[in-house]
């Protein structure tokens, strides 16, 4: 049996390029239980392979009869997973010493992602106090032996890496009872595993056009990647338009390390921002929507020389005064015009780049957003490809999508949201993706989502609300996942899309600066009310805040997390070693996030810190709608005032009314504002964001002397 043994661990390091992390470090001198991931037929054959003899499997009795054979190669208990007393049988193997072999999730994958974690496991830890090792195998889920193979594209042979990870215990809590203690232990363990999944995903010195060769060679170079309104492109059709147009673009865009891109959703977009990652260049993504004055301080704070563009966009989105003026300081590429340029040695040179897969050229592995905050000039945020590839892999460690999924994105790419989940995850995970060119089509949007069968819908909370009151309650049949984000889920929001369409949305947080996601809520992991859970990788800290009692200043650190801002006037600025998100936020003893405010959305009167978002929330709550807009304004005897904005027409109790309803809710009178505007509509950002730096604008105009 050694002989074999050997033999085997030499066909299969050769089959599967199996790579095995962390073995090494293995201790099994004390009390142990090792915690693998199970995605395929493959993985208790492989771990009696490579784990040391001693560590023994835990074998359902009737799969002991069936697979007698290849059980041949490691220690094995049989257990009857019907018998309550089988438990205890594992729980008497631990504390004699053995080290058992347990899959959490008590079966074979079937969503490609980790499944829910049994408490047995948890029971079995908590009695025994043992050390717990997660391990983690990817994969196998894409072998002949998964069972998930119509959702991926499977083969007989691919790459195999284990990863094994650091040791920790659970220590029992004899205050609460047995039932919440096995819950709180399984839950630990689902995040450990989540923890330890995204780390055997990570790796140093990413490229994203890499990346798309590397996605296309396994899921096959046929496969429809993406689409808009126009066309469809297959991953072979997208590398080789990448390499296309970066042929024709290299010679215009010599010495320039950035280069802008001014386009909506859409496949040219797709195919621009893949040929300059192709080129080594950072692609500055210029928010169309900011209006020319931002476009101008964006191009010089980036240090831009060339935009990319398309005349058929200028033409409708009618912004050709505002081209015209950027062409008085950068230089204007249509990509039209590099289309016609292409001639039939370019189409065989990029057809010889594509069939010998050549990857991308050296230099600037970034990408460049811009921040619509309250500067007076708009902040470059530079995130490299390694912050938007872990971005990536720590939402594919919380959430169960695959190729056979289809994401819907209106979200322009100028907003981290519309890029990174947007746009970037699905085409580097293999899902494809239907482009939309704007969020704001209402009653079209859900007619395309019916058309094409989406599974997965991102938007904010104004656009989904948008798009709930117009479409068909059938619709929405197709969707597995609404994820929102950018800000906060209106309650009227989610109960529309849980009464019509029967559909709980999932509501997630984050900032650019963490490219962007921070938190979300997931299937397997759901609170009402709050944000979600803080992602596997990132490390979060509450920093206090005078005048606020409940919660802190969130500060994260994490593999996400930009590199620096580019300052207009200063150049680049790195990120400090804590990122503060600016957000005042509460976490409870779960892990689940509840933003309260933004530290720049509260307002000081008299002394007291009043949050602008429970103003609004109180308004909404009052008068019974979900236009209303709160903003801060400087006051010389309070030291601020409150101005809120509504949707028209004026509420007719007025601030009368809502000063009843804040002091019937028990809070302080300091939050009623000082005056109540009605307005047609709120204004609004390209990412669908209130705009409050315009409505600041007016606020301030309103309250000047003698208005």
Known sequence: MPALISILK??????????????????????????????SLM???LLALYLP?????????????????????????????????SVRTMVRTVQSGVPLVLFPEGRITTTGGLMKIYTGIAY???????????????????????????????????????????????????????????????????QVMQEQLLHSRLKPDVNLFDELLLQASMHGRSRIICEDLTQKFTYRKLILASHLFARKLRPQLKK???VGLLLPNSIGHVIALFALFRMGKAPAMLNFSAGQQNLLDACETAGLRTVLTSREFIEKAKLQTVIAALAMQVRIVYLEEVKDAVQRTDQLAALWETLKRTPADRGARDVLLFTSGSESKPKGVVLGHEQLYANIHQAKAVFDFTSADKLFNALPMFHSFGLTAGTLLPILTGVPVVLYPSPLHYRVIPEVVYDRNATILFGTSTFLAGYGRAAHPYDFHSLRYVVTGAE?????????????????????????????????????????????????????????????????????????????YLIHGRGFVPCPEWYDCGDVVDIDEQGFLTIKSRLKRFAKIGGEMISLQLVEEMAAECFGRAGVAAISVADGRKGERIVLYVTAPAPAGGLQELKSHVSGKGYSPLMVPSRIEAVEKLPLLGSGKTDYVALKQQAEALVQPGV
């Open 10 to 39: 030499v066909l299969f390091r050769w089959l599967f390029q199996l790579r095995l992390k962390g073995l090494d470090k293995l201790d099994l001198s004390d009390k142990t239980i090792l915690m693998p991931n199970h995605v």
């Open 43 to 45: 993985d208790a054959v």
């Open 53 to 85: 003899r001693e560590a023994t499997f835990v074998v359902n009795t009737g799969i002991a009869k069936r697979f007698a054979l290849p059980l041949k190669l490691c220690r094995y208990i049989t257990v009857d997973p019907l018998n309550p007393y």
């Open 124 to 190: 079995i830890a908590l009695r025994t106090e043992a050390r717990l090792i997660p391990i983690t195998i990817n994969g196998a889920e894409r072998s002949k032996f998964s069972y998930i193979g119509n959702k991926v594209n499977t083969v007989w042979f691919p790459k195999i890496h284990i990863h094994i990870g650091e040791a920790f215990r659970i220590t029992p809590q004899p205050e609460l009872s047995m039932k919440r203690q096995k819950e709180l232990a399984a839950d630990r363990i689902l």
């Open 256 to 258: 320039q390390d950035a």
């Open 488 to 564: 906060k889920l209106k309650e009227e929001v989610a109960e529309l899309w849980s009464r019509k369409f029967g559909i709980r949305i999932l509501e997630g947080y984050g900032t650019t600066e963490a490219s962007p996601i921070i938190s979300i809520n997931s299937p397997l992991a759901y609170q009402k009310g709050t944000v979600g859970r803080i992602l596997p990788g990132i490390a979060c800290r509450l920093a206090k805040v005078d005048g606020i009692r409940d919660g802190g200043s969130l500060h994260i650190q994490g593999p996400n997390v930009m590199k620096g």
